[in-house]
């Protein structure tokens, strides 16, 4: 069974603070993403990794950044945490380009006061 | 730009109804549609289409892709409050890695 599995399931972190949210995923998926969920507005893509130290922006990458440094992990960074910023973040993974399925971890709720 | 419409938004039925959800996509390339279904946490995989008039089926749900009117359905027949959940539909291209997520619809089944 895939797993993609994510640092935290809730985090609160002050507004302007740094903040790091991990995803580590153990099946050699080439392909990784981070998205977010937001009631009425769906999941949307923040960024996305295609290899080791590759990256790639999503739809709203404004205010965050990512990392890959190694290929079972990819972190998303908040340089400085902002209350619009409060959501629920999903990490993804698959094994390359092609119709494969992304396997989801189970979501960071990150609130921002 | 690329788009994937869901509907209804949201739902609500009685246990044993039969229900049809909706999703309509405009999306360069496409390759292939998928449908998820999310409760309290992560999306789990449900069926992934990619050729026209072929059903996907799995006990209650069942799933079709109608590429010449750009859309697909998925049907829950006899549902349970188990099926309660946000069904997302999401559309990959060829010219791109990422999947390309419909709102969701939000269905309610009560008792």
């Known amino acids: 069974d895939v797993k993609v599995t994510q640092s935290s399931r809730y985090l609160v972190k002050r507004t302007g603070e740094k903040v790091f949210l991990e995803c580590v995923q153990d099946?050699?998926?080439?392909?990784m993403f981070w998205y977010r969920q937001d009631p009425g507005l769906g999941l949307r893509l923040i960024y996305f990794?295609?290899?080791?130290?590759?990256?790639e922006k999503g739809d709203i990458p404004e205010g965050y950044s990512v990392s890959r440094e190694k290929k079972e992990r990819f972190s998303l960074i908040l340089e400085s945490a902002s209350t619009n910023q409060t959501s629920m973040y999903l990490c993804a993974s698959t094994p390359g380009q092609g119709s494969y399925e992304q396997y989801f971890g189970p979501g960071t709720r990150l609130t921002v006061t | 730009e690329d788009k994937v419409v869901q509907s209804p938004l949201s739902l609500v039925v009685h246990e044993g109804d039969t229900v049809t959800l909706n999703c309509s996509y405009e999306?360069?390339?496409?390759?292939?549609l998928l449908w998820y279904k999310q409760e309290k946490k992560a999306p789990t995989f449900l069926f992934m289409l990619t050729s026209s008039g072929i059903e996907k089926k799995s006990g209650r749900l069942s799933s079709i892709l109608d590429k010449k009117e750009l859309s697909s359905i998925l049907n829950i027949t006899a549902t349970q409050t188990g099926d309660s959940a946000i069904y997302l539909c999401a559309v990959e291209s060829n010219s791109g890695y990422a999947l390309n997520f419909g709102k969701g619809t939000s269905l309610l089944v009560t008792p």
């Open positions: 999306v360069t390339n496409f390759r292939s």
């Open positions: 099946m050699d998926h080439e392909n």
């Open positions: 990794s295609y290899d080791v130290k590759m990256k």
